[in-house]
Nanobody
Framework: QVQLVESGGGLVQAGDSLKLSCAAS????????MGWFRQPPGKERESVAA????????YYADSVKGRFTISRDNAKNTVYLQMNNLKPEDTAVYYC?????????????????WGQGTQVTVSS
């Protein structure tokens, strides 16, 4: 199995940028496709972005396309989410998740391993 720990969240203003990191430990990180999900206050969890094992295939929610970038460094066992031009509606707890398949999905139930989450708050 793999353990995931997110970091990099915080309080920012609209238009600012943040870069989230998710460090993995345990079994071979490069064998997992990865996803970022978020849960806004009072709402259900939603998909944000996903990335294949080698980083070739990426998927994004329409709400973040052109603003967020998912990437990974398999040598560092880390997946990233670069978030630019943040908006108040991006406020949420952000989670990274790992899936034991080469190809990612945007469905949370396809992911077996989850981090504890990191809070991102965007003020207007």
């Amino acid at each position: 199995q793999v353990q995931l720990v997110e970091s990099g969240g915080g309080l920012v203003q609209a238009g600012d940028s943040l870069k989230l990191s998710c460090a993995a430990s345990g079994r071979t990180f490069s064998a997992y496709s990865m996803g970022w999900f978020r849960q806004p206050p009072g709402k259900e969890r939603e998909s944000v972005a996903a990335l294949s094992t080698r980083g070739v295939f990426t998927y994004y929610a329409d709400s973040v396309k052109g603003r967020f970038t998912i990437s990974r460094d398999n040598a560092k066992n880390t997946v990233y989410l670069q978030m630019n031009n943040l908006k108040p509606e991006d406020t949420a707890v952000y989670y990274c998740a790992a899936r034991e398949k080469a190809m990612p999905t945007m469905r949370d139930y396809d992911y077996r391993y989850w981090g504890q989450g990191t809070q991102v708050t965007v003020s207007s």
